[in-house]
């Protein structure tokens, strides 16, 4: 049974996408270059995970003073990350609103990605209100509102393009394997990036998969395709309380001032 409208954004099972979401953002220099120095996300990777869960929860579900907890906290965060362009390398600024824009639109696409694999194509309602939902990630903090495409038919124009036009810099490979490989962190994560990694590279197209160095075969496509199905008939028979952990741990622990 597919969950409500208003259910959508607080299944856990979207989480699935984490992986495939920040590779694509990284792959774009002027989120990647970023990331690479001013970010502790390779040496914290749970906390910087979770800030962005609590974000994006708080926008969708959380009360007017948990979004401006969010935003201030955000904002905070990203006033660090500039640099002018310069010999070799490329210029970024985390308010720059052409970087936002990317950085929302793969949490946007993978969450669509994710959700019909699990529950089958979306309805226009609800991938309507998906596709709403999706661009507040972006408003709440700079991203003006006509930048983000008018309706779903705009998105794919933007969308599909640039995706296939990403190409991966050393930088972008770096990181992307510091974060699939993480050489520190709580054992339970270390443990769970190999299936991490799996599911990753099953959701990436395959240049970038190839890119990120990340294996795959024919072999693997089976697999993937198994397990999509095999979590299509058992998780939506999970309960409520279960499939919204997330979105309820991080609402419960956001501080407001």
């Given at each position: 049974?597919?969950?409500?409208?208003?259910?959508?954004?607080?299944?856990?099972?979207?989480?699935?996408?984490?992986?495939?979401?920040?590779?694509?953002?990284?792959?774009?220099?002027?989120?990647?270059?970023?990331?690479?120095?001013?970010?502790?996300?390779?040496?914290?990777?749970?906390?910087?995970?979770?800030?962005?869960?609590?974000?994006?929860?708080?926008?969708?579900?959380?009360?007017?003073?948990?979004?401006?907890?969010?935003?201030?906290?955000?904002?905070?965060?990203?006033?660090p990350v500039r640099r002018k362009p310069g010999a070799g390398y490329h210029g970024y600024s985390a308010f720059d609103a052409q970087a936002q824009l990317w950085v929302v639109a793969t949490l946007y696409d993978t969450a669509v990605v994710i959700y019909e694999k699990i529950y089958g194509p979306l309805d226009d309602d609800a991938a309507e209100l998906m596709?709403?939902?999706?661009?507040?990630?972006?408003?709440?903090?700079?991203?003006?509102?006509?930048?983000?495409?008018?309706?779903?038919?705009?998105?794919?124009?933007?969308?599909?393009?640039?995706?296939?036009?990403?190409?991966?810099?050393?930088?972008?490979?770096?990181?992307?394997?510091?974060?699939?490989?993480?050489?520190?962190?709580?054992?339970?994560?270390?443990?769970?990036?190999?299936?991490?990694?799996?599911?990753?590279?099953?959701?990436?197209?395959?240049?970038?998969?190839?890119?990120?160095?990340?294996?795959?075969?024919?072999?693997?496509?089976?697999?993937?395709?198994?397990?999509?199905?095999?979590?299509?008939?058992?998780?939506?028979?999970?309960?409520?309380?279960?499939?919204?952990?997330?979105?309820?741990?991080?609402?419960?622990?956001?501080?407001?001032?």
């Open positions: 049974m597919a969950p409500t409208l208003a259910d959508i954004g607080a299944e856990g099972v979207l989480l699935a996408g984490a992986g495939r979401a920040i590779l694509l953002q990284i792959a774009n220099p002027a989120v990647g270059h970023g990331v690479a120095e001013h970010s502790d996300f390779v040496a914290r990777p749970f906390d910087r995970f979770r800030a962005t869960l609590t974000y994006v929860y708080a926008v969708r579900y959380g009360t007017e003073d948990q979004v401006a907890a969010v935003r201030r906290s955000v904002n905070k965060a990203h006033g596709y709403q939902d999706y661009a507040k990630l972006g408003t709440v903090l700079q991203l003006p509102e006509g930048l983000w495409p008018a309706d779903r038919a705009a998105f794919r124009t933007y969308w599909h393009p640039r995706l296939q036009s990403l190409e991966l810099d050393g930088i972008a490979i770096r990181v992307g394997r510091d974060l699939l490989y993480p050489p520190t962190g709580p054992l339970w994560l270390r443990m769970s990036m190999p299936l991490i990694r799996f599911i990753t590279a099953g959701l990436l197209p395959d240049h970038l998969r190839s890119g990120y160095g990340l294996p795959w075969s024919e072999r693997h496509s089976r697999l993937f395709e198994l397990t999509t199905r095999w979590s299509a008939l058992v998780y939506p028979r999970l309960p409520r309380q279960v499939r919204h952990f997330a979105k309820n741990y991080c609402l419960a622990r956001l501080r407001v001032a």
